[in-house]
């Protein structure tokens, strides 16, 4: 009834730490201006309602992007005609649809929102079925698109209420695969709200919450995984920081306790402080705090840095999903793209020296930032939502 609680089912799968991110970010930003009580459940499709191999995706994800050009293959074929992607979509929804029907079933949700590129076909399935059971549940099902540039055709699907995509380059990808404009916006990426709050907050105060001292700083990391080969590259980047000025590195290792645990044991240059993290849940406080980042080419990261005026450093890139990045960002003027770890460092060298660069490149990197954005998805969902309930309370009426 239209009294009670919306239930929000947001679909996530911790394959890589950006979508769930996006998946946090929308559930913070939909209770920060509702005006009437959600419940919300973020849920981790796979993990938690499919089956053995499909239950271990985020542990392939992990494995794949550790291997380019494995993950390369998987990414082109699946989207190399309509054939295949239909294809592709047919063979999964099959596997997968019994397990996505569950899960809506116990989650009863009025809205479902999807961050997660592999759940669209299954879930607009489950959707239209129960919506054509006679007093089926009318249930709106959203997408929120957490890649930059290089969209996969398997995020969009035709029948979701409404797309939301973070650039116009994917709004013109979404429209060939079939999406009618009345139901794509483009209102950038969404990224937690601590991004947003930060930027009232005066830069030496965070760093000495963080007990950093005011020096230059460079944060270094390889998404939520801690990808890339993390420790050659933290190593590089400390030897291009030596010099008669103290700096400071600040390397967040994500979930990679290898890497995490390698760097502790590591002996830096005097005059550097080095912070090595694992997993950080404040990563807004480390990217304002510093003037440089380091990292692979993921599409949170860089909206992220966007947002705190960093310029990037990109290391690499996962083929296919992350290529258009590199452009995105080279284009733009907010940083470069150096596979080669000792130009890298050489780079990066240069970029410290010169404080002019720096600043011209933190405020290209801003001018391209939406901070808002999670907040402008959420309020268009909740006017889905309250046209809904209208809806409803003339029925009741
Ligand atoms: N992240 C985090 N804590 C960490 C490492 C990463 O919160 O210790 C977040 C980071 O802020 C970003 C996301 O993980 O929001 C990484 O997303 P991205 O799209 O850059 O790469 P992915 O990990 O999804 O490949």
Avoid at 23 to 28: F, G, K, R, Y
């Amino acid at each position: 009834s239209y009294g009670e609680a919306t239930r929000v089912l947001i679909l996530m799968s911790e394959t890589g730490g950006g979508h769930k991110a996006s998946a946090w970010s929308i559930a913070e930003a939909l209770e920060a201006q509702a005006d009437h009580p959600l419940q919300i459940s973020i849920v981790d499709m796979f993990v938690r309602h499919t089956n053995f191999p499909f239950n271990r995706l985020p542990k392939m994800y992990s494995y794949l992007s550790n291997k380019p050009r494995m993950w390369e293959a998987v990414y082109k074929t699946t989207k190399m005609t309509a054939g295949t992607i239909l294809g592709c979509q047919e063979a999964l929804s099959l596997a997968w649809i019994d397990h996505f029907h569950r899960c809506v079933e116990e989650e009863d949700p009025d809205l479902i929102i999807s961050v997660h590129p592999l759940v669209q076909d299954g879930v607009a399935r489950v959707v239209r079925r129960i919506r054509s059971w006679r007093n089926g549940r009318d249930i709106a099902f959203v997408t929120v698109v957490t890649d930059l540039v290089d969209i996969h055709p398997f995020w969009f699907h035709p029948a979701v209420d409404r797309c939301f995509v973070p650039t116009e380059g994917a709004r013109e990808v979404g429209g060939k695969c079939g999406i009618a404009s009345s139901r794509l916006a483009v209102c950038g990426l969404p990224v937690r709200k601590g991004f947003l709050d930060i930027l009232g907050r005066r830069r030496e105060e965070v760093r000495a919450g963080l007990a950093l001292e005011d020096l230059q700083t460079v944060l270094v990391l390889g998404g939520g995984d801690g990808v890339g080969d993390l420790g050659t590259l933290a190593r590089a980047v400390g030897g291009s920081m030596r010099g008669s000025m103290r700096r400071q590195l600040i390397i967040v290792c994500g979930k990679n306790t290898r890497v995490f645990e390698e760097l502790q044991e590591e002996k830096w240059p005097r005059e550097i402080r080095v912070f090595v993290l694992g997993y950080v849940t404040n990563m807004f406080e480390w990217m304002f705090s510093s003037d440089v980042v380091v990292t692979k080419a993921g599409p949170g990261t860089i909206a992220e840095a966007c947002i705190c005026g960093l310029p990037i450093m990109i290391s690499g890139f996962l083929p296919g999903q992350e290529e258009g990045n590199v452009d995105y960002i080279e284009s733009r003027n907010i940083g470069e793209y150096h596979p080669d770890v000792s130009n890298l460092a050489e780079r990066l060298k240069a970029w410290l020296a010169d404080s002019s660069l720096l600043e011209r490149m933190s405020r290209n990197a801003r001018a391209a930032s939406y901070p808002r954005a999670s907040l402008e998805i959420a309020g268009e969902i909740l006017e889905i939502v309250q046209g809904r309930r209208e809806a409803q309370k003339n029925i009741e009426r």
